[in-house]
């Protein structure tokens, strides 16, 4: 998945302009330009790509909202900076279903994430965001980049969930022994 912003507000606040889906081949699934609910100050066509004319025939906020949310529940998702587009549309998914290029730790350098263009050159060997960025294009990198390291990742994930259930047994285990010396150590009296 991949979002395009525009702004909103004073031009400082993002909001969604166009939401982009491709399934693991990198074929498009759901391509589409979003009306935001505000009034947009600042299309950020350099970056975004959007036009005012995308906008005209978009589809409303709602309606891409409830779409995307239907496309992507029960499903891995995979995209870059997903915390930003899935904040743009006002949505979350479980931690345990996202690939996030931003954050697998062998795609970061001295522990600080890196753009996505950047990983793209390096890991695939092509350039992309020059100029305008293209949804479809961003959606299909992330893609890529994960598909190629498919097996690594999801062992690392999976190592990673074990680590944390096994963290939290320990948290439990240890919460009832203190449980169970303060009752041990409660005196009742009667009268």
Request: aromatic share 6%; glycine share 6%; charged share 35%.
């Amino acid at each position: 998945m991949d979002c395009e912003m525009v702004g909103v507000g004073q031009g400082n606040k993002s909001a969604l302009g166009r939401v982009t889906l491709v399934n693991k081949w990198g074929n498009v699934i759901y391509d589409e330009f979003v009306r935001p609910i505000e009034r947009v100050v600042d299309f950020r066509t350099k970056i975004s790509g959007i036009r005012p004319r995308d906008l005209r025939k978009a589809k409303e906020f709602w309606t891409a909202q409830k779409k995307v949310s239907e496309l992507i529940n029960g499903r891995i998702l995979v995209g870059h900076a997903l915390s930003n587009d899935l904040k743009a549309l006002l949505l979350s998914h479980p931690k345990k279903d996202i690939r996030d290029t931003s954050e697998y730790q062998p795609f970061l350098r001295s522990g600080s994430k890196r753009a996505l263009r950047h990983l793209s050159a390096e890991h695939l060997g092509v350039k992309i965001q020059i100029g305008e960025h293209c949804p479809i294009e961003d959606a299909r990198a992330a893609m890529l980049l994960y598909q190629r390291n498919k097996k690594e990742w999801e062992k690392s994930t999976k190592d990673q969930s074990r680590f944390n259930q096994k963290q939290r047994k320990m948290k439990q285990k240890k919460k009832r022994e203190i449980e169970d010396a303060s009752n041990a150590n409660h005196v009742e009296i009667g009268s």
